[in-house]
């Protein structure tokens, strides 16, 4: 996958610009708050059609404009694509490819798929359980939409039903309502956690070998995934996963009612990650836990190589500079065979990055 050519139109700081790119390793040099990571961000949003630091698509359109419109030109699955994302306050999204409207965001996952990683992601195995579920459903939803798609059901029904539950002291007679949500996040969480069991078995195939050449063959990564208790197996039939969360939900009910919220679901899931057998959470040093996180990034760049025949754009957001240089070292020495954008505030890193194309921003221009 290449992205060739990129135009903004009243994007965050960007008033105007139309820029071609490197097929290889691109490096946006500027000053802090001048738009480089502005600029992953737009590449980012025609691939997760959302942003990684925006609640709304609203953030992201010019102070005191009404619109914004985002095109792109690019390579993928050996055919020419041309993007257009147009986003206007107070109405829906339009979205092109090739001058056809699309029906769903998700169709864009099936043409550009990229790997982002920014300093944020360094505290990925730190954080707590929702920073990891978060890389898995932005990961898994990029190479499989209907997943996205069971995601923003799962959300909406768990929103519904954490509201019965705090009104229902209020209203009883939405306890009957309360079951029907009850059963409907079952069946779309039995597929959530099949697909990310599935995920996990994939990750379990290319983290470990990473970490291990990363640390020199000194340490040992572990992966499991940690899903509702009553799950026997996260990667058996959809049709047995629903009937135990269903038995686990139901056995829950009476401390749901008590607690005001939902207690029992894949909206608990978590990624254990240990390295030699220890938490990396709990007792993990800051390097082992940086080594870690990156292990995890760069195997998603292998799973999504793996799974789609070319590489994705990875993007690396500012991260070089929070890494020391053996790890820098490491990283660049790893990201051959794709397109990368990097972003860099200081001149001199440049020398390291064997680059194709150098941009420099100021204040929303390339210079």
């Not at 097929?23 to 059609?49: D, H, M």
């Not at 194709?356 to 390339?366: A, D, F, Q, S």
Request: charged content about 30%; overall charge neutral.
């Amino acid at each position: 996958m290449i992205v060739h050519r990129l135009s903004l139109e009243g994007f965050r700081n960007y008033e105007s610009l139309s820029c071609a790119f490197d097929p290889g390793i691109n490096v946006i040099v500027g000053e802090n708050a001048q738009g480089k990571t502005n600029l992953l961000e737009a590449i980012r949003y025609f691939s997760a059609c959302r942003s990684h630091r925006a609640r709304t698509d609203r953030e992201l359109i010019s102070f005191g404009r009404d619109s914004t419109r985002m095109e792109m030109e690019l390579e993928s699955r050996n055919r020419e694509f041309h993007l257009e994302a147009l986003l206007r306050t107070g109405q829906r999204r339009s979205l092109f490819s090739n001058g056809v409207r699309l029906k769903t965001a998700a169709e864009l996952s099936g043409i550009l798929n990229t790997v982002l990683f920014c300093p944020e992601d360094l505290s990925l195995i730190k954080s707590g359980a929702a920073e990891r579920r978060r890389f898995l459903d932005d990961a898994i939803s990029q190479l499989r939409p209907r997943y996205a798609q069971a995601i923003s059901v799962y959300r909406r029904l768990q929103e519904q039903k954490t509201r019965i539950l705090r009104d229902f002291q209020e209203d009883r007679s939405v306890v009957d309502t309360l079951e029907t949500y009850s059963l409907q996040m079952c069946q779309i969480g039995a597929q959530i956690i099949h697909y990310r069991a599935y995920y996990l078995e994939k990750l379990n195939r290319f983290a470990p070998d990473i970490h291990r050449e990363f640390s020199g063959g000194r340490e040992e990564l572990g992966l499991q995934y940690r899903t509702v208790s009553g799950v026997t197996d996260p990667l058996g039939p959809t049709a047995q996963i629903y009937n135990q969360l269903l038995e686990h939900m139901q056995a829950h009910r009476r401390a749901e009612w008590e607690s005001r919220s939902c207690l029992s679901g894949p909206h608990k899931d978590d990624i254990e990650v240990t390295v030699n057998g220890v938490s990396a959470r709990t007792y993990g040093s800051q390097g082992q836990t940086r080594t870690a996180a990156l292990s995890l990034k760069l195997a998603e760049r292998e799973i999504s190589r793996d799974d789609r025949e070319e590489y994705p754009v990875l993007l690396l957001d500012d991260v070089l500079s929070e890494l020391d240089p053996r790890r820098q070292e490491f990283v660049l020495n790893h990201i051959s065979g794709g397109q990368v954008f990097i972003t860099c505030c200081e001149e001199e890193k440049q020398g390291n990055l064997r680059a194709g194309k150098v941009l420099r921003v100021e204040n929303g221009r390339i210079v």
